[in-house]
């Protein structure tokens, strides 16, 4: 959520970016509408301070004269006191009102990109920050997709997802299984040696912490609500995980906090059908590991290239082929100032697939959550937060599994050998 005050001091940065966002001029009506509902709250707080310091002083005059006998006298000012106390109840339902319209406004607006965000409308326009070095392998016309493998080789059974639960919900078994939790602990491992601090986190939350990190209102349809208590099933790790600091004020010597965290994700992904979709390519709940950090915002970029050499170090040892994007105005989500994707090259589908997203939300998020930090010179600021995938695994066994193919079976990354108990998959 963006603050009132960085909006006035910084409205020719906001168009610019929002343009990169390709958000029509209405929404600029609503930056106007926000502006102009925080002068006539400011206004309105004044005049309720001002109102209460006068009762305050009429009220000590009152006092003084009872004391001193002249009770009489006091009458008129009595009467002011009580008229004046019945405004103030109007006057602080009206400031009311304003808070609520101020803050579902600002709720609404996303956060201004990054200056280093290219302009662009889609996927197509991204930018390609870092590109593949070498030689895309190429299996030749009989490597099989993924899930042919998997009904060659029984890694996972999406006909008894269907039958448990619904399309979307793959049912992992034997050795699939087992490269799943090999999987997860070698990224977890690999988390935790870099310093981040492992949290087993809930994997529903309340509205609160789905609102603080910026999933609701924006991405409300694509969340599983239980509305009997109401909870929503988290779509990733990084909205339990980062809401710990909610309402927090961090020591500024803590910077930087690091955490990591394995969860089952759920997404409904409302729409998403096609050929691009099959398989593992797009399901409603898959395992990922996320990384979570809360910075100084003097460091959160330099932070934030750390996590991609963190995300770009896990791939190389997987032995994948990988390419990393920087996201277009038009593709980043909401949330973010700065996001990078990570895209495999699945060599039997001979398309890019996305496994990783990290991102730089800057203070939106805080300011949604009120973390917020004292610097050196006592002032109150608002934190940094980043996260990102490390890595999310459906997409990256549907990679593991197409690019090491042999007639033997499906090798493993040296890497996994010591996490799965075996080399080969048959």
Request: glycine share 6%.
């Amino acid at each position: 959520m963006l603050q009132v005050s960085w909006i006035r001091e910084n409205r020719e940065k906001l168009e610019i970016g929002y343009q990169k966002r390709n958000l029509k001029a209405d929404v600029l009506l609503l930056v106007d509408e926000a502006i102009q509902i925080d002068d006539q709250r400011k206004s309105l707080q004044t005049i309720l301070d001002a109102a209460l310091a006068g009762i305050n002083e009429k009220s000590r005059v009152i006092g003084e004269m009872m004391k001193s006998g002249q009770a009489a006298a006091a009458l008129p000012l009595k009467e002011e006191v009580t008229n004046i106390k019945s405004s103030i109840s109007q006057w602080e339902a009206d400031l009311k009102e304003h808070n609520l319209n101020l803050e579902n406004i600002l709720l609404s607006l996303p956060n201004v990109p990054h200056e280093s965000v290219p302009f662009g409308k889609e996927a197509e326009d991204n930018e390609v920050f870092r590109p593949w070095p070498n030689a895309l392998p190429d299996l030749g016309p009989d490597a099989l997709p993924h899930w042919e493998l998997s009904n060659k080789y029984g890694i996972f059974d999406l006909p008894l997802g269907v039958k448990l639960t619904g399309a979307g919900f793959p049912v992992f078994r034997g050795k699939g299984a087992r490269l799943e939790r090999a999987l997860i602990n070698y990224f977890l491992d690999r988390a935790t040696a870099a310093g981040f601090e492992e949290i087993n986190p809930p994997l529903l939350v309340n509205k609160e912490s789905a609102r603080g990190t910026g999933q609701i209102p924006d991405k409300d349809a694509q969340m599983y609500y239980v509305e009997r208590d109401d909870f929503y099933l988290i779509p990733t790790a990084e909205v339990p995980i980062t809401n710990i600091y909610r309402d927090v004020i961090v020591d500024e010597k803590q910077f930087p906090i690091k955490m990591c965290g394995y969860t089952p994700c759920f997404r409904r992904e409302a729409g998403s059908y096609g050929a691009h979709v099959k398989g593992l390519n797009r399901v409603h709940q898959f395992n990922k590991v996320e990384i979570v950090q809360i910075e100084h915002p003097d460091k959160s970029y330099d932070t934030l290239m750390q996590m991609l050499e963190h995300v770009a170090t896990l791939l190389d040892e997987l032995g994948l082929p990988f390419r990393i994007l920087r996201l277009c105005g038009g593709d980043i989500g909401n949330a973010s100032a700065l996001t990078f994707d990570f895209e495999v090259w699945s060599a039997a589908q001979q398309r890019w697939l996305e496994v990783s997203s990290v991102s730089n939300f800057e203070t939106y998020q805080a300011n949604r959550m009120k973390c917020r930090f004292r610097d050196s010179n006592g002032k109150m600021q608002l934190v940094h937060t980043l996260n990102g995938s490390a890595l999310a695994l459906a997409r990256i066994v549907a990679c593991i599994i197409e690019n090491n193919q042999t007639p033997e079976g499906i090798s493993m990354p040296d890497i996994l050998v010591p996490y799965t108990g075996f080399a080969i998959l048959d």
